[in-house]
């Protein structure tokens, strides 16, 4: 046992409103006034100070006139009682505003590259003004991994598209929805104005994904229709998948809200998808965490900086 350790069950016997009534004791020198000091009647105070004295085995207060005279016993313990009042004021105060020019701490958000490449340059750059002492630290999570790393305080906050099994113990804030949109450099791939299903299942087609695996909501729609994609490459890289458009006639099927990406490599162009498949986009984060104040203040930067990135759709 180090010394540290200390026996609850003993701590649990103690009342810890008598070391306030003996502070007030100690400070009256008067059960009445003590009493009234703590807005209790004279029969409760009286009822404490006998507490007091059967658990110390100590008179601690002796009558002497109208006043009550410590013992030696009340006068060593006073200073240290005091001492303990005074850090349980400080413990159950209320926090201090939180100054993020004043933070300095590292955090871990786990997001999909796509939503870093689009929100982390106005993200860090506010960061840089406002919080000059916060660390952001970016990493690439697949989806199974994502509540285990979160539960196991890996990362701190998840920025996710994927339909997660949350638990009681997990919260979330969805920050929109956005349906998909086939995208293809017209220098090397021609499509209908309008293509269906079929079109577009009959292109070559260059997918995301982060474990050399593609199935998702696309396929299970093309499926839906007796379809299948051709996919003759997968990425883990969202801006890899923007160059190989310029280079070779493919296509690929990705979330709308990522076209102004595409569209900052060159010549991409975009058709929506012809039908309603829609992922929502959600941040993620452990319920320990609701009331931190730097995570607070992240979560709320983040809605604000998704909010003005997609003010204009």
Known sequence: MNEFDFNHDELRRLDL??????????????????AARLYLGQPAMSHA??????LLDDPLFVRSGNRM????RAQQLAPAVRDWLQQARQLLAAPAAFDPAA????????????MEAMLYPSLIATLRQQAPGVQLRSQLLEIDQQLAALDNDEVDLLLTA??????DWHSRLTLRETDFSAVYAPSRLSLPPAPTLADLAAVEQVVSSYRGTAAGVVDHLFAQHG??????ALSASLMAIGHILQQAPLLSIQPTLYLPLFRQQGDIRSVPLPADVRIRIDLVWHRRNDGNPLHRYLRELLMAQ?????AAD
């Open 49 to 54: 100070l006998a507490r007091l004295r059967l």
């Open 103 to 114: 933070a300095n701490a590292s955090f871990r958000l786990a997001a999909p590259d796509g």
């Open 227 to 232: 379809l299948s994609r051709h996919i003759v």
């Open 306 to 310: 998704f909010s003005q990135l997609f």
């Open 17 to 34: 409103n008598l070391l306030v009534a003996f502070d007030a004791l100690m400070q009256e020198r008067h059960v009445s006034r003590a």
């Open 162 to 167: 994927a339909p997660l099994p949350l638990h």
């Open 69 to 72: 005279q410590p013992t030696a």
